[in-house]
């Protein structure tokens, strides 16, 4: 049995009141409010606000990826079919 939800998981979707109602609020009036949130992050980032930066960042280009460390031993199959051979 994989481990983890099943396809198509909606239980992190479902009953989210906090991120349903500043979604509203954001978008209100035309998302007046979600511009003014977005000039004020840019104006911080170009003040040399480091956080603003990282998050303008982010949201421009996307999130580096996170490195991923393991420890222990990995064990690798190759299998091959006669056509590769």
């Known amino acids: 049995m994989p ?4 396809f198509g998981n909606q239980n992190g979707v479902k009953n989210r009141p906090w991120a349903e ?12 409010k979600l511009r003014a949130l977005a000039d004020k992050i840019i104006d911080r ?5 480091v956080a603003a930066l990282k998050e303008v960042g982010d949201r421009v280009d996307g999130k580096a990826a996170q ?3 393991h420890s222990g031993n990995i064990v690798l199959t190759i299998a091959r079919s006669d056509a590769d051979l």
């Not at 481990?3 to 099943?6: E, F, S």
């Open 21 to 32: 109602a500043i979604n509203r609020a954001l978008l209100a009036e035309d998302g007046k």
């Open 67 to 69: 490195a991923l460390e």
């Open 45 to 49: 980032a170009l003040e040399g606000d």
């Open 3 to 6: 481990a983890g939800a099943p």
